[in-house]
């Protein structure tokens, strides 16, 4: 049985990737900050939980290293600064680096060395269309456009491993993190707008398309948008 950790699990994109790869027989740890809901997961599926926020590398650095995954799907973010970096404060920013680009960074460097041991394994991190392309929140987006950046070295550094290497690029998913704006952890894309959007379950047929893709095949980068929104993000159709 393949083992994966799924980080920003309790609730969203997260979860749906938990219950999704909990269906494919995979043995899941859900890492996230909210205990009740991981909980809830976990008598859903059958995953096994862990109660920490990707930011405590001091948590998260050690869990990897002891799980030794077959798969890290890199999902935790953060929305601060979606209303432009006047709104926030030193301590956001520092927050949000860590949270975007130090995170999923760290715990990729600790899950590598025994990947490159098996000769196979699968980095999985969730971007976002603000990482593609220019829109309008300049710290959110300059933490997902380093996670891209990231995601193309990354596969350029593992070329000869077995390691795959790929992006999740959703824009406008159905979840809490437009209605709350609070910079939960596990909050990432939601609706604003009177449109049909992604829900978390169709990035997560994109995450199954890519880890299931044959072994000699990786599929670097899907950009996944609703049909009511342009390519690019900056625009949606009437509705």
């Known amino acids: 049985m393949e083992s994966a950790i799924v980080t920003g699990a309790s609730s969203g994109i997260g979860a749906a990737i938990v219950e999704a790869l909990s269906r494919e027989d995979v043995q899941v740890t859900a890492i996230a900050r909210r205990g009740n ?29 002891r799980l030794r995954p ?4 890199n999902n935790a ?19 949000s680096i860590s949270t975007n680009i130090s995170a999923p960074v760290q715990m990729t460097r600790a899950a590598i060395p025994h ?8 980095i999985v991190n969730i971007g ?25 070295n990354l596969r350029n550094e593992l070329l000869g491993t077995g390691i795959r290497v790929s992006e999740i690029c959703p824009g406008r998913v159905l979840s809490e993190f437009y209605d709350s704006r609070t910079g939960n952890i596990e909050e990432h894309e939601g609706s604003s707008v009177d449109v049909e959007v992604l829900q978390p379950e169709d990035v997560a047929e994109a995450v199954l398309f890519a880890l299931r893709a044959p072994r000699h095949v990786n599929i670097s980068t899907i950009e996944l948008l609703p049909t009511s929104q342009v390519v690019g993000g900056s625009k949606f159709a009437e509705s």
């Open 37 to 65: 809901l991981l909980a809830e997961l976990a008598r859903r599926t059958g995953c096994d939980v862990a109660v920490a926020d990707v930011g405590d590398l001091s948590a998260t650095i050690p869990l990897v290293e």
């Open 70 to 73: 077959e798969i890290l799907v």
């Open 77 to 95: 973010g953060i929305g601060l600064g979606i209303f432009g970096i006047s709104s926030l404060s030193r301590e956001d920013i520092e927050r």
């Open 115 to 122: 990947m490159l041991r098996a000769g196979k394994g699968h």
């Open 128 to 152: 976002s269309i603000t990482g593609l392309h220019t829109l309008t929140s300049a710290v959110y987006g300059a933490g997902k456009g380093a996670v891209h950046r990231f995601s193309q």
